[in-house]
C-alpha cells in the first residue's frame, strides 16, 4: 500500500485542498506516522498508517467522552462484514461495517464529506 509517511502526505494534501478554509492547523509527526488536523471549531482530527498497513481515522468533535468517531483495521476481532475494517460510533462506540479501507485516494473522500456533514 506505500509507506505510512506517503500516505500521511497524500492524506495532508487531500484534505488542505478541500477544507482548507476551515483548518487552522495541520501537521504530520513521522515518528508517530501521525497527521493531526485541527479546525477552526476546536474539533480534531487524528490520521494515522504503520508499516503493517494499518490505518487509524479518528475525528474528535469535543472533549466530552465517547464524543468521537474512529475508522480502523488495528484489529480484527469483530464479526462484520467489512473485517478487518470497522467503525467505532459515535458516543456508544458501537462497532459496525466500515466503508474505509485504508487507502487515501479512496478513503479521504468519504472522511471529508463525513467531515463537512457533521462539523460544518
Same mark, same amino acid.
Given at each position: 500500500m506505500g509507506d505510512p509517511l506517503?500516505?500521511?502526505k497524500e492524506c495532508r494534501s $487531500? $484534505?488542505?485542498?478541500?477544507?482548507?478554509? *476551515? #483548518? !487552522?492547523e495541520i501537521t504530520i509527526d513521522s515518528s508517530v506516522y501521525q497527521l493531526k488536523v485541527v479546525f477552526s471549531i476546536g474539533s480534531i482530527l487524528y490520521i494515522r498508517f504503520n508499516e503493517f498497513d494499518e490505518y487509524?481515522?479518528?475525528? #474528535?468533535?469535543t472533549k466530552k467522552k465517547g464524543d468521537f468517531i474512529r475508522f480502523d483495521n488495528f484489529d480484527d476481532k469483530w464479526e462484520?462484514?467489512?473485517?478487518? +475494517?470497522? /467503525?467505532? !460510533?459515535? /458516543? +456508544?462506540? %458501537?462497532? #459496525? %461495517?466500515s466503508p474505509m479501507i485504508g487507502?487515501?485516494?479512496? *478513503?479521504?473522500q468519504k472522511l471529508i464529506k463525513i467531515i463537512?456533514?457533521?462539523l460544518f
Open positions: 506517503s500516505r500521511l $487531500i $484534505i488542505f485542498d478541500a477544507l482548507k478554509d *476551515d #483548518i !487552522t487509524g481515522y479518528q475525528l #474528535i468533535y462484520i462484514k467489512s473485517k478487518p +475494517n470497522h /467503525y467505532h !460510533t459515535r /458516543y +456508544n462506540g %458501537e462497532i #459496525i %461495517e487507502v487515501p485516494s479512496k *478513503d479521504m463537512k456533514k457533521s
